[in-house]
């Protein structure tokens, strides 16, 4: 499944363009984590979902690099930001993924639970990016507004918002631009492989 989920990944990314500062909408590559999680336990969806963050760290060697380069002009400035981002967009935004069975014992439609499920752990990596939008790049936010033929939103946004305020909707707005399509589409995608047999007729350990 991590396999799986790492080839999905890597069609997407030879196919749909990845935003500048990192993020990308996928074909539902979290989709078989989830599933790990929701098939044999939370337990073992967690170490999956860890091993897949370890995954995600090595496909994104370049930008990485460019993070942590003294001479590139993305570099993250000293070792504790590295250390936060590391954690924030890798460790834990994939590791949550296994926490997909959290409904299944409690929902009897199984379908409707892994559904219920992929959606709010999506929704937990969402946040963590947030968080560490907000922290790490919450300085590129009036660039980010005031970019010339940007959504009209952006010249209200910062004519109402400063500081910590604007940071923050920086860090949900750039990050909603590929995370809230990808849980839509993983949760729909999700309602369907419930359907499955196979699916269906499984059971937590």
């Not at 860890?50 to 993250?76: C, H, N, R, W």
């Not at 834990?92 to 929902?107: E, I, Q, S």
């Amino acid at each position: 499944m991590i396999a799986l989920a790492a080839v999905l990944e890597l069609v997407a990314k030879m196919i749909i363009p990845e935003l500048p500062f990192g993020g990308q909408v996928t074909i539902v590559s979290m989709l078989p984590v989830v599933l790990v999680g929701w098939k044999y336990g939370i337990g073992k969806g967690l170490v999956t979902g860890f091993v897949y963050s370890l995954v995600q760290i090595a496909l994104g060697v370049k930008t990485i690099s460019a993070l942590i380069m003294p001479a590139s002009e993305d570099y993250l400035g000293n070792i504790g930001n590295v250390i936060l981002m590391f954690i924030l967009d890798y460790i834990v935004a994939y590791t949550v993924l296994g926490l997909g069975a959290m409904f299944k014992k409690k929902m009897r439609n199984n379908s409707a639970s892994l559904c219920l499920g992929a959606f709010t752990v999506l929704s937990l990596r969402y946040i963590s990016h947030i968080l560490s939008g907000y922290i790490l790049y919450g300085a590129w936010a009036e660039w980010f507004f005031s970019q010339e033929n940007f959504y009209a939103i952006g010249g209200w946004i910062l004519e109402h918002f400063s500081g910590n305020a604007l940071a923050v909707i920086y860090s949900i707005f750039y990050n909603g631009l590929y995370m809230i399509p990808e849980i839509v589409i993983t949760a729909v995608a999700a309602l369907i492989v419930g359907r499955l047999p196979v699916i269906k007729m499984s059971e937590v350990e």
